[in-house]
């Protein structure tokens, strides 16, 4: 008991007069929070004075390039230019090939995406059930097409089948 009594008393007693944990106390949690709302007034404090000297906008712009090198900024920029991979302009250019005159909405090309997205990974783990089986570190063409034929129903799997065997063939031909 005599542990566990200063181990909760050093955290509280300088940080909650109350005698409260900071989890359990409500004005602990409003204190951290009044400081950064003395802060930000008083950048937007300086913000008015700069906007007073310069065009306004030029300044704060002149002001986030340095926060970006501490990577505040330049996170969200990498986040706006973050892209998802998708399929995409592959599923169009097959369209295409196969009805050149046809279109397709975007809820219907997502949900092809999201189609191939399935299938990719059903094949994915049936390949690596299968190299496990077979104790092998690495999948190969074999376990792909092994996979194909167990995950795709009989003329979707020979045609499967025949193009990926002339994707491999023209991949080490090359």
Do not use: C
Not at 56 to 64: D, L, T, V, Y
Not at 87 to 102: A, G, M, S, T
Not at 106 to 127: Q, T, V, Y
Not at 133 to 151: A, D, F, G, H, W
Request: proline share 10%; hydrophobic share 30%.
């Amino acid at each position: 008991p005599s542990h566990h009594q200063p181990a909760i008393q050093f955290p509280t007693s300088p940080l909650a007069p109350s005698g409260e944990p900071p989890h359990l106390s409500p004005a602990k949690q409003q204190r951290p929070m009044a400081p950064k709302a003395e802060k930000k007034p008083a950048a937007a404090e300086k913000t008015p004075a700069a906007e007073k000297t310069t065009a306004g906008k030029k300044p704060k712009a002149e002001k986030r390039p340095p926060k970006s090198k501490e990577g505040g900024a330049d996170k969200k920029k990498k986040k706006a230019k973050k892209s998802v991979e998708t399929y995409k302009i592959y599923i169009f250019k097959v369209l295409k090939q196969v009805h050149p005159d046809i279109g397709i909405s975007s809820k219907a090309m997502s949900i092809m995406n999201s189609f191939i997205n399935d299938i990719f990974e059903k094949l994915a783990g049936e390949s690596a059930k299968l190299a496990r089986y077979n104790k092998k570190p690495t999948i190969t063409s074999r376990e792909i097409q092994t996979s194909v034929r167990l995950v795709l129903p009989g003329e979707l799997a020979k045609h499967a089948v025949s193009e990926g065997t002339k994707a491999v063939t023209k991949f080490t031909s090359s």
